[in-house]
């Protein structure tokens, strides 16, 4: 199994542009969330799904719109890119939202911002 | 404020040395503690699961244990690779609108070990 698939790895955006962070799990979870990692800071929730069609703001959403149209896809969009988004994004996909269940995380997208 | 505090920041040892991190929270109500294992350009991967009632969990080398009557976990290893380089994240699960968990993460423990 593939697990979950982040794309791209890296990408360079300019002020004021924006795009489409992708994110897709082959395990059939039910539960699936955005995560920020920056220097110094533990993983910081931004956006969080616990069921295709249902959807919800997390610690820092600002800045980030996301969807989910089927259990497997979860896209973050970053709407006008600033440079406080530059950022390490994770995704991260579980049964069950922190139940004692282990939740499976992407590869990381590495988002510079300039 | 539910937190998770961990120690040491970084750590070097040299490898088949034995090895614990810390991790103190303040998170409540607690659900369950994990350690997830971090690869320098990488996801983290899940380590260990505690719940409150667990005091200790193994996977091969790594050894957590929990006292959540202080709120303290560590994470033992015993004979360091050079593949245990990475970090070590604590993270506290709690219950948040009463159906949901939420996760907790540390700033981490970056461990080095050393040839």
């Known amino acids: 199994n593939a697990g979950v698939t982040q794309t791209p790895k890296f990408q360079v955006l300019k002020t004021g542009q924006s795009m489409t962070l992708q994110c897709a799990q082959d395990?059939?979870?039910?539960?699936m969330s955005w995560y920020r990692q920056d220097p110094g800071m533990g993983l910081r929730l931004i956006h969080y799904?616990?069921?295709?069609?249902?959807?919800d703001q997390g610690e820092v959403p600002n800045g980030y719109n996301v969807s989910r149209s089927t259990t497997e896809d979860f896209p973050l969009r970053l709407l006008s890119a600033a440079p406080s988004q530059t950022s390490v994004y994770f995704c991260?996909?579980?049964?069950?939202?922190?139940?004692?269940?282990?939740?499976?995380f992407g590869q990381g997208t590495r988002l510079t911002v300039v | 404020k539910n937190q998770v505090e961990q120690s040491p920041q970084s750590l070097i040892i040299l490898e088949g040395k034995n090895c614990t991190l810390q991790?103190?929270?303040?998170?409540?109500?607690?659900?369950?503690l994990r350690w997830y294992k971090q690869d320098t350009g990488r996801g983290p991967v899940s380590l260990t699961i505690m719940t409150f009632s667990e005091n200790t969990k193994s996977n091969g080398r790594y050894t957590a244990t929990l006292d959540a009557d202080t709120k303290q976990s560590s994470l033992h290893i015993t004979a360091s690779q050079l593949s245990d380089s990475a970090s070590y994240i604590c993270v506290v699960s709690w219950n948040y609108g009463g159906s949901q968990g939420n996760l907790i993460f540390g700033k981490g423990t970056k461990l080095s070990v050393k040839p």
């Open positions: 991790c103190n929270y303040t998170v409540s109500p607690f659900s369950n």
């Open positions: 395990m059939n979870h039910e539960y």
């Open positions: 799904s616990v069921g295709a069609g249902i959807t």
């Open positions: 991260a996909s579980s049964w069950i939202p922190g139940g004692d269940t282990e939740a499976f």
